[in-house]
């Protein structure tokens, strides 16, 4: 295909492969265009529903606009080996995918960020807490204080081993809320209005922190919107996501 220009358009290079993080097996769906590098790496984060069509059309289409683009099916989920820990050897993960895409030829080092909605947004903060790596996050509708979500959401007590009274370290490490002073990246925070699965006052609670710290962020609160967006509100929150990384990352 050409473009008007009437050079060819370099076609797209997608598929799954295998990365393997701590001696578990996992897939990692990867996407960028058939051109030489340096691209900026985008890393897409999936919820706690897992990996599902979504996230690989939204890799594509960043694929489409320049970005190299990986998106890990975590730990525990589908084809996936080992268990899902909410919010501890998933972030291991993330940092060790980080360190094995950063040797790729295609990709500019300099240029990282990274997407994550609900866990997946959950991960990216907490990874980014711990890695400068990470010169941008977009993070939608994800928890900071897992010990509160799990009053809430019983399952997460099941997934750490026990409640925030037997196990108040494992939640305290799990919750960026504990760690914001150490995130050294440029957020774009969107939540829905109307969301109780993660209440909205949880990003309230980040966006206040981040503000004392005077850190570097937007926030977006998005009316009428639940966890699970509607179409308008996700073209909405895409449409916001894509500018946010093109500004900063520039491909």
Excluded at 44 to 59: A, L
Excluded at 151 to 160: A, E, G, S
Excluded at 188 to 197: M, Q, R, S
Excluded at 198 to 208: D, K
């Amino acid at each position: 295909m050409k473009n008007i220009s009437g050079s060819v358009k370099p076609r797209i290079l997608s598929g799954w492969e295998v990365f393997e993080s701590e001696g578990l097996k996992l897939r990692l769906f990867t996407a960028r265009l058939d051109k030489k590098g340096p691209l900026p790496l985008v890393l897409v984060n999936h919820g706690g529903g897992g990996m599902d069509d979504i996230y690989e059309h939204m890799s594509v289409h960043l694929a489409s606009l320049g970005y190299a683009v990986a998106c890990l099916n975590f730990r525990g989920y589908y084809g996936s080996e080992g268990k899902q820990e909410y919010g501890k050897g998933e972030i291991r993960d993330v940092l060790n995918l980080v360190d094995f895409l950063k040797a790729r030829d295609y990709v500019d080092i300099n240029r990282i960020g990274m997407f994550g909605y609900s866990r997946g947004g959950l991960h990216a903060l907490l990874a980014a807490e711990r890695s400068d790596d990470f010169k941008v996050l977009v993070i939608w509708s994800a928890p900071v204080d897992v010990a509160e979500l799990s009053r809430l959401h019983p399952f997460i007590m099941d997934l750490v081993g026990g409640s925030p009274e037997e196990l108040p370290d494992e939640y305290y490490m799990r919750s960026p809320i504990n760690f914001v002073e150490d995130i050294n990246s440029r957020l774009l925070i969107i939540h829905g209005e109307l969301d109780i699965v993660v209440p909205t006052h949880q990003a309230l609670r980040l966006t206040e922190r981040l503000k004392e710290l005077g850190k570097d962020f937007e926030f977006k609160i998005l009316p009428g919107e639940g966890h699970t967006m509607g179409p308008e509100g996700f073209n909405l929150a895409w449409k916001e996501t894509v500018a946010f990384l093109n500004r900063f990352l520039r491909p």
